[in-house]
């Protein structure tokens, strides 16, 4: 039996939903609260993961983007995953994140590299093997995502969903669609944790 890692739920999907939480504090006062999410199998499925950010006021306002921490749990609230700031990069190379599946166990980490016109992320294995590289389908850069293999072969896709005009026009709260088919499961939450490395990067 192939490894779950906690994230049984993800085995015999091909893709998912995330549904960002409206933060009307955001609307109303213009501070942002630690952004919240759901994730679907289908939209009109009850979640089968939540992920809450988990940072203070003062690093949310005033740190970088990419200066954050995103525990993924389950419906008992146990953590299966952590999302964070790499401890140690080099000052030359882009920022990254790392990942924990489950919390503890590194099981590699997303690099974002930004280019004159075409910014592009890069995941790794914890032993800094390139697994894939995430693209923009465009120089707009943030809606629509090809995954490649090192072979160039795209083996999942990222999209931003259009999410009604008030949550696009009045807050930071975006949905996206990730699809790994075929993916085994810690490709699945690496996958997954680029969607909140991309959320970060271009929409809060």
């Not at 890069?122 to 032993?127: A, G, Q, R, T, V």
């Not at 995430?134 to 990222?158: A, C, L, Q, R």
């Not at 975006?174 to 499961?185: H, L, S």
Request: aromatic share 14%; with cysteine; net charge neutral.
């Amino acid at each position: 039996m192939a490894e779950t890692l906690g994230l049984d739920c993800l085995v015999n999907l091909d893709s998912v939903m995330i549904y960002q939480k409206v933060d009307y504090g955001e609307v109303f006062l213009g501070f942002s609260s630690n952004r919240r999410y759901a994730v679907k199998s289908t939209p009109k499925d009850q979640p089968i993961l939540y992920a809450v950010q988990d940072n203070g006021f003062w690093t949310r306002e005033f740190g970088s983007k990419y200066n954050m921490t995103i525990r993924v749990i389950n419906a008992s609230k146990k953590d299966l995953m952590v999302v964070s700031k790499a401890k140690h990069h080099e000052c030359c190379e882009g920022p990254k994140v790392d990942v924990f599946v489950p919390p503890g166990n590194k099981i590699g980490w997303v690099r974002y590299h930004e280019g004159c016109c075409w910014d592009h992320m890069e995941i790794h294995d914890p032993k800094e093997a390139l697994l894939y590289k995430v693209i923009p389908y465009s120089s707009f850069k943030d809606n629509k995502f090809k995954i490649e293999d090192p072979k160039h072969k795209v083996v999942g896709k990222i999209l931003k969903k259009y999410a009604g005009f008030f949550q696009e026009a009045f807050t930071n709260a975006d949905n996206f669609r990730v699809e790994f088919k075929d993916a085994d499961i810690r490709t699945k939450a690496l996958f997954l944790a680029t969607v909140f490395y991309i959320d970060a990067i271009f929409h809060e």
